[in-house]
């Protein structure tokens, strides 16, 4: 059975840094896309729809992706040893509020990443963790 499980959210001031995990449990590691998703919450979720937005994308191969409200701030990783997504969050922002999920999924998204960017990837995305909230405050 394939279980994702977030955590590391939390509150922070503007400009403060976080970290979230996501440990990966079940045959599911080798070979996924990972990545993690926001879903705006109070003011900020009308504004986007109340849509799960990628944020960042880390492929098979290692090669990573960013939406670019997030690059040069937010970094994506894994652990493969201890089967861990990580996403580390600098410099962060109100309009960064939201509940981060991640996800995975075995298909290669290479080319729908070049052709669209990582925000609009939740539809191609098979497994979720429940989610974790982060709230940065002005």
């Known amino acids: 059975q394939v279980q994702l499980v977030e955590s590391g959210g939390g509150s922070v001031q503007a400009g403060g840094s976080l970290t979230l995990s996501c440990k990966v449990t079940?045959?599911?590691?080798?070979?996924?896309?990972m990545g993690w998703f926001r879903q705006a919450t109070g003011e900020e979720r009308e504004a986007t729809g109340n849509?799960?937005?990628?944020?960042?994308?880390?492929?098979?191969?290692?090669?990573?992706y960013y939406d670019d409200s997030v690059k040069g701030r937010f970094t994506i990783s894994v652990d493969s040893a201890k089967k861990t997504l990580s996403l580390q969050m600098n410099k962060l922002r109100p309009e960064d509020t939201g509940m981060y999920y991640c996800?995975?999924?075995?298909?290669?998204?290479?080319?729908?990443?070049?052709?669209?960017?990582?925000?609009?990837?939740?539809?191609?995305?098979?497994?979720w963790g429940q989610g974790t909230q982060v709230t940065v405050s002005s």
């Open positions: 996800a995975a999924d075995p298909r290669d998204f290479t080319a729908v990443i070049h052709h669209q960017g990582v925000k609009k990837l939740r539809g191609f995305f098979g497994h």
């Open positions: 849509e799960r937005e990628g944020v960042a994308v880390i492929g098979s191969d290692s090669k990573t």
């Open positions: 079940g045959n599911i590691w080798s070979g996924y896309y």
